[in-house]
């Protein structure tokens, strides 16, 4: 299966109108290892590849441990629902992963969207309570070490636009842990949680702004994505 300019075009009209799109097929695996400059011609169809973060457009997401303080992209196991770069005053807009060698057990990439995040604290016995500090521009997470620099600033997870900006395991000293656990606890277990499996040469793009990701858990020291994050253009 191949991907088509056709496709692309449709690809943009679903992220446009859901947050997300997938695209499969696509010839950017050759021998099991990533075509990096394939990838960043696939990426630069839906906005401008950012090196913001590391010096490179393209990061492997690739395990080299199993313990669980490591950052997402270095370590097995799961990842919790979160937005990238939450921690930047002006996040990259777009999000895209693309699977190299996805795991043999697991990693299966989890999506939630803004309203459906806002949906899943509904009935909670302080449902407007939570939603209230969640818009409160409140919020600060920790910069990780290799990309100091950003200066301080506070942010609202839900503004109420439509837009979500979020990160449990990251939060700054003096959040509201109260809130953020129950916020995370629903999120996690909201059954608008859409499970995405990507084959060897699919890829998802997100809207980092609109669409929350992750991925279920997996051991498979062999998983190997690559992300890229992307700027609407120009
Ligand atoms: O491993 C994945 O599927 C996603 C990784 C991720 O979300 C990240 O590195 O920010
Ligand atoms: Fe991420």
């Given at each position: 299966m191949k991907a088509s300019i056709d496709d692309f075009q449709a690809a943009k009209e679903t992220l446009a109108h859901r947050g997300w799109a997938v695209l499969r097929g696509l010839p950017f695996v050759h021998d099991g290892e990533p075509d990096i400059s394939s990838i960043l011609r696939t990426a630069a169809c839906f906005g401008r590849p950012s090196?913001?973060?590391?010096?490179?457009?393209a990061w492997a997401v690739r395990p080299?441990?199993?313990?669980?303080?490591?950052t997402f992209s270095r370590r097995t196991g799961g990842a919790t629902l979160h937005t990238d770069a939450?921690?930047?005053?002006v996040p990259e807009h777009l999000v895209c992963l693309f699977a190299v060698r996805p795991a043999d057990d697991g990693g299966t990439t989890r999506i939630l969207s803004a309203s459906d995040a806002r949906t899943a604290l509904r009935g909670h016995e302080r449902e407007h309570r939570l939603l209230e500090r969640l818009a409160r521009p409140d919020w600060a997470w920790r910069v990780p070490a290799p990309f100091d620099g950003e200066p301080p600033f506070r942010a609202a997870v839900l503004p109420g636009d439509g837009t979500i900006r979020w990160r449990v395991d990251n939060l700054a000293a003096g959040a509201d842990r109260e809130t953020a656990r129950e916020f995370a606890q629903r999120l996690e277990t909201a059954p608008q949680v859409i499970e995405l499996r990507l084959g060897v040469g699919d890829a998802v793009v997100l809207d980092n702004r609109r669409v929350l990701h992750g991925r279920t858990f997996f051991a498979d020291r062999r998983r190997f994505m690559v992300r890229v994050r992307l700027w609407d253009r120009p």
């Open positions: 090196d913001r973060e590391g010096g490179t457009p080299a441990s199993d313990d669980a303080r490591q939450q921690y930047r005053r």
